[in-house]
T-cell receptor, first 113, second 114 residues
Framework: GENVEQHPSTLSVQEGDSAVIKCTYS??????FPWYKQELGKGPQLIID?????GEKKDQRIAVTLNKTAKHFSLHITETQPEDSAVYFC????????????FGSGTRLLVRP | DAMVIQNPRYQVTQFGKPVTLSCSQT?????MYWYQQKSSQAPKLLFH???????NEADTPDNFQSRRPNTSFCFLDIRSPGLGDAAMYLC?????????????FGPGTRLTVL
């Protein structure tokens, strides 16, 4: 079955710097890769996603890249702000399941003012 | 605004005392999910409903049950909560019939077991 690994587990950056979180997946048939942001005491919020037929997607300060050959995808946050501080989860949905999100272990991002 | 609503936000129960958590949605999505999330971990899928069809995950304990009386509402019943069931419980929805994989989460219910 699908397995998603996420690195780093914690990341501390200075406000205004960029942050990059990386995930690798094992099932080459996986075709959907969302990123969730979870603030303390709240539910995960979908912030961006990418499908396997696209290599990159951008939404303002957030971008996701996908390398199907290497089976990894990354979240890029530019010009970080203190409100970006949260736990970020990557996930994948394998081809043989249209519903089951396989989550990475999460990255705790701290943006220092 | 279309959304996923969970009530209550905080629930305290006693060891062994049944508890029910509720979820409602205004998105009119055909799939509703229940996840358990323990501290510093990723959400773990317990089960989901695709319309009225119930789909249990293989490793979900029998202590956890679910009901979906209509499209908008879904309930999580914990028959005999143990200390290990203390966690955040998340409800999510998706619109599978239109080919969308996106899952939208509610704010969660934090369950404390005394």
């Amino acid at each position: 079955g699908e397995n998603v690994e996420q690195h780093p587990s914690t990341l501390s950056v200075q406000e205004g710097d960029s942050a990059v979180i990386k995930c690798t997946y094992s099932d080459s048939a996986s075709n959907y890769f969302p990123w969730y942001k979870q603030e303390l005491g709240k539910g995960p919020q979908l912030i961006i996603d990418i499908r396997s037929n696209v290599g990159e997607k951008k939404d303002q300060r957030i971008a996701v890249t996908l390398n199907k050959t290497a089976k990894h995808f990354s979240l890029h946050i530019t010009e970080t702000q203190p409100e970006d501080s949260a736990v970020y989860f990557c996930a994948a949905i394998p081809m043989d399941s249209s519903y089951k999100l396989i989550f990475g272990s999460g990255t705790r991002l701290l943006v220092r003012p | 605004d279309a959304m996923v609503i969970q009530n209550p936000r905080y629930q305290v129960t006693q060891f062994g005392k049944p508890v029910t958590l509720s979820c409602s949605q205004t998105l009119n999505h055909n799939v509703m999910y229940w996840y358990q999330q323990k501290s510093s971990q990723a959400p773990k899928l317990l089960f989901h409903y695709y319309d009225k069809d119930f789909n249990n995950e293989a490793d979900t304990p029998d202590n956890f049950q679910s009901r979906r009386p209509n499209t908008s509402f879904c309930f999580l019943d914990i028959r005999s909560p143990g200390l290990g069931d203390a966690a955040m419980y998340l409800c999510a929805t998706s619109d599978r019939d239109n080919g969308f994989n996106e899952q939208f989460f509610g704010p969660g219910t934090r369950l404390t077991v005394l």
